[in-house]
């Protein structure tokens, strides 16, 4: 049993699936960036699905668009992988509270991008549509709404989103991301990077603080199909006063933010 561990421990922290998860980064920012030029459609009164089925969607309409799509889905799914592995095999040096906290959001990374390698795959095949993420937050609201407890458990589930949202954006202002980068030695560079950090993880957390506070509001008012994720949450603030202004602002962000993951490509620690 331990020979079996250690062999995929080792499979696991292999050059080959290092260069492929940091491509997984690539691959979550280019969806961010889009993400971020439909929010900014959508301010100019444009259509689209602000969320990572319409980015899916988008980059599908792009020439070589099959072979965007898988080559994005091995990215993903091997960042994924990578993260589980983190989440099994690493910090186990680390004091019990560290060591916990370390696993629980390297395992919440690896079901996020897990997430997009399946959204990805979906469109490969064929079968995924620009609203997929829109029906699945619906549907997964109606269905818990009517399980035994599942009121409770949607309140809860969207207040850790916005919680969520409340991190990153103070991650983004105390720049608490460069310690997980091998930042650049010309100032300049070092600067941009810094400022695409804060700018994208503010705008990202103003996102997920959106989209978790429409969960709890469509539960609470009983409308689950209110809950709609990413794309309902910038709807949302659309529809808010100065509401074109502001989505328009959190779109720039996104767009930030997909730049950066591109460059966490390159920066990023990958051992730990």
């Known amino acids: 049993m331990k020979q079996?561990?250690?062999a995929a421990e080792n499979a696991t922290n292999s050059r080959t699936l290092e260069v492929l998860a940091r491509a997984g980064f690539a691959a979550s920012g280019i969806?961010?960036?889009l993400v971020g030029v439909i929010a900014i459609r959508l301010a100019m009164g444009g259509t689209g699905n602000a969320d990572f089925s319409g980015a899916v969607a988008e980059l599908a309409t792009q020439p070589a668009g099959p072979f965007l799509l898988w080559a994005s889905f091995a990215a993903c799914a091997a960042l994924a992988l990578w993260q589980t592995s983190d989440a099994i095999f690493d910090y186990n040096r680390l004091p019990a509270k560290e060591k916990a906290g370390r696993k629980a959001k390297a395992a919440a990374q690896a079901l996020v991008f897990a997430g997009l390698a399946l959204t990805l795959m979906s469109f490969a095949r064929g079968t995924g549509s620009g609203g997929d993420n829109q029906k699945a937050a619906s549907d997964l609201?109606?269905?818990?709404?009517?399980?035994?407890?599942?009121?409770?458990?949607?309140?809860?589930?969207?207040?850790?989103?916005?919680?969520?949202?409340?991190?990153?954006?103070?991650?983004?202002?105390?720049?608490?991301?460069?310690?997980?980068?091998?930042?650049?030695?010309?100032?300049?560079?070092?600067?941009?990077?810094?400022v695409l950090g804060?700018?994208?993880?503010?705008?990202?957390?103003?996102?997920?603080?959106?989209?978790?506070?429409?969960?709890?509001?469509?539960?609470?008012?009983?409308?689950?199909?209110?809950?709609?994720?990413?794309?309902g949450g910038l709807r949302a603030?659309?529809?808010?006063?100065?509401?074109?202004?502001?989505?328009?602002?959190?779109?720039?962000?996104?767009?930030?933010y997909g730049v950066f993951m591109i460059v966490r490509a390159k920066l990023a620690t990958m051992t730990q």
């Open 237 to 256: 603030l659309r529809d808010q006063p100065l509401g074109v202004y502001l989505l328009a602002a959190v779109g720039a962000g996104l767009m930030c």
């Open 141 to 194: 609201t109606f269905s818990l709404m009517k399980a035994p407890g599942g009121v409770a458990i949607l309140v809860l589930l969207g207040a850790a989103i916005a919680v969520t949202g409340v991190v990153y954006g103070i991650r983004g202002l105390r720049k608490s991301f460069e310690k997980h980068l091998a930042m650049p030695a010309n100032p300049r560079a070092r600067t941009a990077v810094t």
């Open 31 to 33: 969806l961010h960036l």
């Open 198 to 231: 804060v700018v994208g993880y503010v705008a990202k957390g103003a996102v997920l603080l959106l989209a978790g506070l429409l969960i709890v509001v469509a539960t609470l008012q009983a409308h689950p199909e209110d809950s709609t994720g990413l794309d």
């Open 4 to 6: 079996a561990v250690e």
